[in-house]
């Protein structure tokens, strides 16, 4: 299983991202998906997951300004930041729990990450 995330870059304070992450391979189906974020010398943080029947949770940092959204058909989860801040400046990781088949038990994989930079 692999997970691919796009959409980062540099963009300026109040601006708009939306990043993708799309999960290919061996997949039954997957359960959770969602987003996390690693500042430079921080640890790595949630920032909004997403369950298969669409129920979300964010951190309260991101409330009002990001969304996290998910098509199941196409196993991808996606991120639209709005209003975005220079403490977002952050290399975002994609998550999924996935079941390769129906009788395993969730396995966690992980994107390879991509920068967002905002500046001001």
């Known amino acids: 299983v692999q997970l691919q995330a796009s959409g980062g870059g540099l963009v300026q304070v109040g601006g708009s991202l939306r990043l993708s992450c799309a999960a290919s391979?061996?997949?039954?189906?997957?359960?959770?998906m969602g987003w996390y974020r690693q500042a430079p010398g921080k640890q790595r943080e949630l920032v909004a997951t997403?369950?298969?029947?669409?129920?979300?949770n964010y951190a309260d940092s991101v409330k009002g300004r990001f969304t996290v959204s998910r098509h199941n058909a196409e196993n991808t989860v996606y991120l639209q930041m709005n209003s975005l801040k220079p403490e977002d400046t952050a290399v975002y990781y994609c998550?999924?729990?996935?079941?390769?088949?129906?009788?395993?038990?969730?396995?966690?994989?992980w994107g390879q990450g991509t920068l967002v930079t905002v500046s001001s």
């Open positions: 998550n999924a729990q996935v079941l390769v088949a129906w009788y395993s038990t969730n396995s966690d994989y």
């Open positions: 391979g061996s997949i039954f189906s997957i359960n959770d």
């Open positions: 997403i369950t298969r029947g669409g129920s979300t």
